[in-house]
């Protein structure tokens, strides 16, 4: 099993070993980077690894923080955004 910075399970991710490797393998620029952000890296792999250090939010007192609520999946419902959140932070609480 394989967890992203922000605490999701990579190998449930349909895009895991096709357009993405985990976060980590690409430096916090999965494919979908490109477009959503101006920089090129997700906004909590920028955050928790690169400007903090940590090993992945969960080492972080802030936890979920308002960039989880604002990176929200156009795809899917307030109430999934919000369950999807609720599930990364019990993941990465468990590491």
Not at 14 to 23: L, M
Request: overall charge negative; aromatic content about 8%.
């Amino acid at each position: 099993m394989m967890l992203s910075a922000c605490g999701l399970l990579c190998n449930d991710c349909p895009h895991y070993s096709g357009n993405c490797s985990g976060c980590f393998q690409v430096e916090g620029k999965p494919f979908w980077t490109a477009e959503a952000t101006q920089n090129g890296i997700c906004p909590l792999f920028d955050c928790s690894i690169n400007k903090k250090g940590l090993v992945h939010c969960g080492e972080c007192n802030e936890l979920p923080c308002r960039i989880y609520y604002e990176l929200k999946d156009p795809d899917i419902s307030d109430s999934e955004h919000q369950q999807s959140i609720q599930q990364r932070v019990s993941n990465l609480r468990q590491q």
